[in-house]
């Protein structure tokens, strides 16, 4: 491809250097700390989000739209907290803060926003069908895990635009395997720039872990032990995404999934393609009402 392959620790010495790395609106980390703290109390969360009005309004549309079924009748984040609990609202709030960040366009390219959207949101639906499947405690933090998965795709397009694009041809032209393509010519890979970010946000473990290990299930060490099952969805769920077409646009192929992540979740491939039949029916509207 011509161009110099570059190592880890230079490309993550220039993420550092990047000014405008996007943040986190405070209040996410406010809540966070609220949440943490045992004197706290709803009112005060409420008043939290409430203060922050681009993000509050969102979030209240969003859950007055079909995908969370309240059909208008929620007014007040307060209310939203009483209805949904407060981890729903909490997750609604991250998720909100983390599209309205990268709503942009970007500069038109082969890289299709649209199409990145389309698929980040079949992760997080898929992710979230599986939680609900296994019954596992907590399904809106697989869905903000599947939604946040690719984050480092997107840091990749806004801030190392040409690299990025260099990245793209090679997996489209020369049929390398997206992630190879990334390891070729950045030396890193966009799990690797996603952690960076999420670990800078101070997002919980969970999430960071599901970005670090999204393709590599297998890798992980006793330290993502918590976030083993959301590993193995939103590896599941990656995979029935693009094997679908509901890829970035880079498809080469059919990928299988990961026998360990399988196991992790415990149910059968074809129970998984059922789940993402529905997926496929509902993730043009979800993202529709997401903003995107
Ligand atoms: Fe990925
Ligand atoms: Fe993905």
């Known amino acids: 491809m011509g161009q110099i392959a570059m190592d880890k620790t230079a490309f993550l010495i220039r993420l550092e250097t990047i000014e405008n790395l996007p943040t986190l609106p405070i209040i996410v980390q406010q809540i966070q700390r609220l949440i943490a703290s045992p004197s706290s109390n709803m009112g005060q969360i409420a008043a939290v989000i409430t203060k922050d009005q681009a993000i509050a309004s969102r979030v209240i549309r969003l859950i007055n739209s079909a995908f969370y079924g309240m059909g208008g009748k929620v007014t007040s984040i307060q209310q939203a907290i009483v209805l949904l609990g407060l981890n729903t609202v909490k997750n609604l709030v991250t998720g ?33 069908a599986i939680a609900r499947e296994i019954h596992a405690a907590e399904p809106e933090d697989f869905f903000l895990a599947g939604l946040l998965h690719d984050i480092g795709i997107l840091v990749l397009d806004q801030f190392f635009h040409g690299e990025f694009i260099g990245v793209l041809q090679c997996a489209v032209g020369d049929k390398t395997d997206y992630t190879k393509a990334e390891q070729n010519i950045l030396g890193i890979t966009h799990q690797e720039i996603g952690e960076y970010v999420a670990q800078k946000w101070k997002i919980p473990e969970l999430l960071v872990h599901s970005i670090r290990h999204h393709h590599n299930p297998a890798t992980t060490d006793s330290a993502c032990a918590g976030s083993i099952v959301a590993i193995a969805a939103v590896h599941v769920a990656d995979i029935a995404a693009f094997n679908r077409g509901l890829d970035l646009g880079y498809k080469n192929g059919v990928k299988p999934y990961h026998t360990a992540a399988m196991r992790s979740i415990g149910i059968s491939e074809s129970r998984v393609n059922e789940l993402f039949d529905g997926v496929e029916k509902e993730v043009k509207t979800v993202a529709a009402e997401w903003g995107v």
């Open 96 to 128: 909100v803060s983390v599209v309205k960040m990268f709503e942009d366009a970007g500069v038109a390219s082969i890289f299709d926003r649209q199409k990145f959207w389309m698929h980040t949101f079949a992760c997080a639906l898929g992710s979230r």
